[in-house]
């Protein structure tokens, strides 16, 4: 019967395939657009916005979404009274065996799955005014660049219903600026852009492009906008270009005029430029559209500024006034209105902060400015799930329950308490997690010795406290931790941040040492192995005590280690990793994290990213404490001490190819370097695999360098990662990806139990960076991306012979379940 269905299923798409199924007699789908440009075929990435027309979209050169529209008919019946009509005799076997209602349900799910099919693509029908307007469009755009004698033409070819369209370009010669004429009218802008020093971007030689101008008058209206001219709008600056020269120059006059336009009775009257300054700044920290007719009951006055309430003044004037760049008799500035109004949307305590100019009574040159503040509730509630999965936690739920209090001491602050939770099913059975934080957000530098002054207001500087605790049960070793951080973050320029971290502290409690063995099983088999071999028995070793002994045993014993010294070795880097993974640390982190990214908004697929950070473990404890463990470590307050260096560099770009696909890569270097006889928590460490990783390898699989020896929970102190994915859209919210990962860790700690194949220790390492590939389907919600990857093993820097394509199958590949991007 499955094979039956499946059969009638593929029939049934196959049938669909016929791509021109809807098209009727004269009609024709368009297939292709080509442009040609001067006898050269391109894909024109800059040009498919001028394009008005495009084919459907297709998935490895079949357009799937047209497949299945195409199994859906325009004509079928809307309403269950219609389908009974045109389908009698199933209707009315319906209603007679079961009931109206049911031979109504029997209807609608046609009905429905018709509406499915129709919602898909489209076929795209060729539609000759477009054709002629997208010539028109590519004509208009050359001549933006300066090709005014450029001519575009179209050809259209078709066969079968199918059409081709082509579009030939021709761009001539560019035309070049000769000279360029700048005229300003207005004495006192003229006398504001002579003294200013402002590079004009019109220069002689240069190609002409529209763009150019654009961004000559964005600058002049900044100059003259932040030198006190507050009604001064691009309306007054005009570009006078000849066109008509035989030698493709032009000269360029550019004009800015003497006085504005203003409407008074409905006549327009002309009024000279005046530098503005402000009178009066009125800031109303209760704001609502309900209020604005009632009169304040509230006011207070602090360095010029009148803070204003219908009820009260509940914010502390001081911190307000700190982000109100604008001050009283002085002059109008446009980028000091755009960050004020920044600076007051970034305290995260109002809804909405609106400015307003108008200009004080009987004066044309002093302005009055009105902050209005629509304040947030004081008292928020939030709640978030998640639905987790990875090879370690086979399916997973987690939740988080917060409450948040704005204006806690009056300035801005927020003081946030959470409490999370997550229960999840893995291979030791089910596990759950608890923990709760405190958090409070100053809006400024809280630090001493006046540390405050070295980062200006305009880079809205913030500190953060937190206070936290987590416990784990049957996750790994029932990790219990404790957390105390303060941490300072401003924004250096719109897209560079730095974050210092002070006292970001951890103290990690492993609960259940004792379930090592169950947990690193593969560990276990390799020492019961030996074991075997050193008693002399078939006997298992005694878990966990057994196991424990024999590897300190073992360890001490000359005899085996120059009789059996690869057998010696394995355990003696067994019980180096059972020291460091049951081992309580502290960690007590001070870090630098400097950011940059320039993407506009979370639209924007044009845009690079660079992270940088550098953190120090353990240097000041470790200077004022001499107590050391059984193991030579240093300790404080008898608890190891985490003492090393850390760096992490990441970059990531991203290209937009056209509406539907873009171009994602990732590069990723870190090193850890430890000192006094350290080690790596295991938390810290690095790994490699998983979802967001190299997905070809399940998380913690891959590594160190060319080791595969089965062992669980690998980790390294060296890691390089760098992805390439493609991404495109397949049919509606799905979406599809091809990627391709490569990277590994390797260890850099120079310890004596760590195996030659695991070091990088000479270029010749990097040999052994392990390459994946695949693809994957997502599926975009808007306010989440489901993701579904399959990475194939591509290249095994372990194996012996055949590295690559040797387990390149779906047998072998690794199921990636992941939300969002992996990058």
């Not at 009609?27 to 001067?38: A, R, S």
């Not at 009974?84 to 349900?105: G, H, L, T």
Request: glycine share 6%; charged share 20%; net charge positive.
């Amino acid at each position: 019967m499955k094979k039956l269905t499946f059969y009638f299923l593929l029939i049934l798409f196959l049938i669909s395939c016929n791509s021109t199924e809807h098209v009727l007699k004269g009609q024709y789908l368009l297939t292709k657009n080509t442009i040609i440009i001067d006898s050269t075929k391109t894909s024109g990435p800059n040009l498919q916005k001028y394009i008005l027309q495009k084919p459907n979209s297709k998935f490895l050169g079949m357009p799937f979404g047209l497949y299945f529209y195409n199994l859906g008919e325009t004509s079928k019946p809307k309403t269950p009274a219609d389908w009974a009509v045109k389908n009698p005799k199933s209707y009315r076997f319906i209603k007679r065996v079961f009931s109206e209602k049911q031979s109504i349900a029997y209807a609608n799910s046609f009905i429905n799955l018709n509406k499915w099919f129709l919602e898909f693509d489209s076929p795209k029908l060729l539609n000759l005014n477009k054709v002629k307007k997208t010539k028109s469009n590519l004509e208009a755009y050359y001549k933006t660049q300066g090709f005014f004698k450029s001519s575009v033409r179209s050809k259209i070819d078709t066969l079968q219903k199918k059409a081709a369209v082509t579009y030939h370009i021709t761009k001539g010669k560019p035309t070049l600026f000769d000279s360029i004429n700048i005229k300003i009218q207005s004495p006192i802008l003229d006398s504001i852009y002579r003294n200013s020093g402002i590079i004009s971007l019109l220069k002689e030689g240069d190609q002409y492009k529209d763009q150019t101008f654009r961004n000559e008058a964005k600058e002049v209206v900044k100059l003259f906008r932040n030198s006190g001219i507050y009604n001064f709008t691009e309306s007054a600056l005009g570009f006078y270009v000849d066109s008509t020269r035989a030698d493709n120059k032009t000269n360029v006059d550019f004009l800015v005029s003497a006085n504005r336009l203003i409407e008074d009775q409905g006549k327009y009257i002309e009024k000279a430029y005046k530098v503005h300054n402000i009178r009066k700044i009125n800031v109303i920290t209760d704001y609502s559209f309900e209020n604005s007719a009632k009169a304040f009951k509230d006011s207070i006055s602090y360095k010029g500024i009148e803070f204003l309430a219908y009820n009260k003044v509940l914010y502390n004037p001081k911190h307000i006034y700190e982000n109100i760049f604008l001050k009283k008799n002085e002059i109008y500035k446009d980028t000091l209105t755009n960050l004020t109004r920044s600076n007051l949307k970034a305290l995260k305590n109002f809804k909405s902060t609106n400015i307003k100019f108008s200009y004080a009574p009987n004066s044309e040159e002093e302005l009055i400015m009105d902050v209005f503040l629509s304040p947030l509730e004081k008292y928020t509630l939030g709640f978030e799930t998640e639905l987790t999965h990875s090879n370690i936690r086979n399916i997973g739920v987690s939740g988080k329950f917060s409450l948040t209090n704005r204006n806690t001491f009056k300035g801005a602050e927020l003081t946030k308490m959470s409490f999370l939770g997550s229960w999840f099913n893995s291979q030791n059975g089910p596990g759950w997690e608890i923990g709760s934080d405190l958090s409070l957000e100053i809006p400024r530098f809280v630090a001493p010795f006046g540390l405050s002054k070295f980062v200006p207001k305009e880079m809205s500087p913030r500190t953060l406290f937190s206070l936290g605790s987590s416990f784990q049960k049957n996750i790994g070793l029932d990790r219990q931790t404790f957390t105390f951080l303060t941490d300072y973050k401003w924004q250096f320029t719109p897209t560079k941040t730095i974050q210092l971290e002070i006292f970001n502290t951890q103290y990690i409690q492993n609960l259940n040492i004792n379930s090592f063995f169950n947990i690193y099983n593969s560990e276990y088999e390799t020492l019961n192995s030996i074991a075997k071999t050193y008693n002399n028995t078939t006997n298992n070793l005694e878990l966990p005590n057994g196991a424990v002994t024999f590897m300190n045993t073992v360890v001490n014993d000359i005899g085996f280690k120059n009789s059996n010294p690869e057998e010696y070795n394995t355990s003696l880097n067994i019980l180096n990793r059972y020291n460091i993974i049951t081992s309580d640390f502290l960690i007590p982190i001070l870090a630098y994290s400097y950011t940059y990214n320039n993407q506009s908004n979370f639209k924007d697929n044009n845009f690079s990213f660079f992270r940088a950070r550098i953190a120090n473990s353990g240097n000041f404890l470790g200077l004022i404490s001499a107590k050391r463990n059984s193991n030579n470590k240093k300790t404080f307050l008898n608890i190891p001490l985490a003492q090393y260096f850390k760096t992490d560099i990441e970059y990531k770009k991203f290209w937009e190819m056209n509406n539907n696909s873009v171009i994602a890569f990732r590069t990723f270097l870190g090193a850890i370097f430890t000192y006094d006889n350290s080690s790596i928590p295991f938390v810290k460490a690095y790994f490699a695999g998983g979802s967001n990783d190299i997905r070809a390898w399940q998380t913690y699989e891959l590594g160190p360098g060319a080791r595969n020896n089965g062992l669980e929970f690998n980790i390294g102190s060296f890691k390089f990662l760098s992805s390439l994915e493609y991404r495109f859209d397949v049919i509606g919210k799905l979406k599809g990806a091809l990627f391709v990962d490569a990277g590994n860790i390797w260890d850099i700690s120079g310890s004596s139990f760590v195996n030659e194949n695991e070091k990088l220790n000479k270029l010749s390492s990097f040999k052994n960076i392990a390459i994946g590939s695949g693809l994957g389907a997502r599926v975009d919600f808007n306010f989440l991306i489901l993701r579904f990857d399959v990475g194939f093993k591509t290249y095994e820097p372990y194996l012996q012979d055949q590295k690559w394509f040797k387990n390149f199958n779906f047998r072998d590949a690794v199921y990636n379940i992941g939300i969002n991007y992996p990058f």
